[in-house]
């Protein structure tokens, strides 16, 4: 039996599957394409607050072309960039070493410390940014305290208040926060790749290096590309741990884009413009991370 709705001709089982995914595809209209569409809206106007009027706010691409001359904008797109390569770098393999050091000490000790490793997961970014903020304090932190018994200080690392080394404290206590989310990952995916093969690669001869590159790296790969995903996704638009941490500064060494487009709405405000920086930071989004997630799906399935 053939049903014909507008055109469009469905066998019955499959109009049964559209019917049942349709409530699905409107809430993600709901959630996600309207308020795309209605973000690039605002971005054509000279919009800040209250009610529009089209024919006094409408600019066209003004606010773009505004946009494309500010360099405070592609500064902070290369601050995020930075941070976002820094930020899953150290989390990969930050993440990696400790999944490894876990899995090698056997299941007892890793069911004890594992619970105890997640802890920072569970606190909010603002707050780590606090936390983080009192221990690069240079009077009283425990990181110069540290640093000071090897006879480094202020002048040689001067952490929050440099230009040149404020993003890396930044991604330090990023690094604090998600490397663990990295270690529950890698450490599932440890599990289940089978000890036969570590066991025919010591009969071999293979050392620890070889062993990871040759075995545990190629059974891991599906899950560091959800990671750098997940992660990078997440840290292309950082926003609170940097504001709870540097406030942007010094300097605007570590404003965000997406910190730049908060000032730009709410402190300027200039709500129009401020859209225009959003929309050009999911883009960068979008071709940094949904190209490369799409196209290594695209390899798996040619190879399957």
Known sequence: MRLIIKNQTFEKGELLSFLLILPALAVVAFVQIIPIGYGLFISLLNYNFGKINLTRDFVGLG???????????????????????????????????????????GNRSGKFLRPIITIPLLISPIIIGLIWRYMLDPLSGIIYWFLGLFGVGVARF????????????????????????????????????????????????????????????????????????????????????????????PNNATLSVTMYAFRRAFITPEMGYAMSIGILAMVVSFLVFGITFSRFNQKETEEY
């Not at 960039?81 to 899953?88: G, H, S």
């Not at 010591?202 to 959800?226: A, E, Q």
Request: aromatic content about 10%; some cysteine.
């Open 158 to 249: 001067p952490g929050l208040s440099g230009a040149s080394t404020a993003l890396f404290c930044t991604a330090m206590a990023h690094w604090w926060q998600v490397a663990p989310f990295v270690i529950i990952v890698i450490s599932a995916g440890l599990a289940a790749i089978p000890n036969e093969l570590y066991e025919a690669a010591r009969i071999d001869g293979s050392g620890f290096m070889n062993t990871f590159f040759r075995i545990t790296l190629p059974h891991l790969r599906h899950l560091y590309m959800v990671v750098i995903i997940t992660a990078g996704v997440d840290t292309i638009k950082v926003y609170d741990i940097i504001v709870s941490l540097t406030g942007g500064g």
């Open 63 to 105: 606010n773009y072309i505004r946009m494309v001359q500010d360099p405070l904008v592609w500064r902070s797109l290369l601050v995020a960039l930075e941070f976002t390569v820094m930020a899953i770098g150290g989390d990969v393999i930050l993440g990696t070493i400790v999944s490894l050091g876990l899995h090698s000490s």
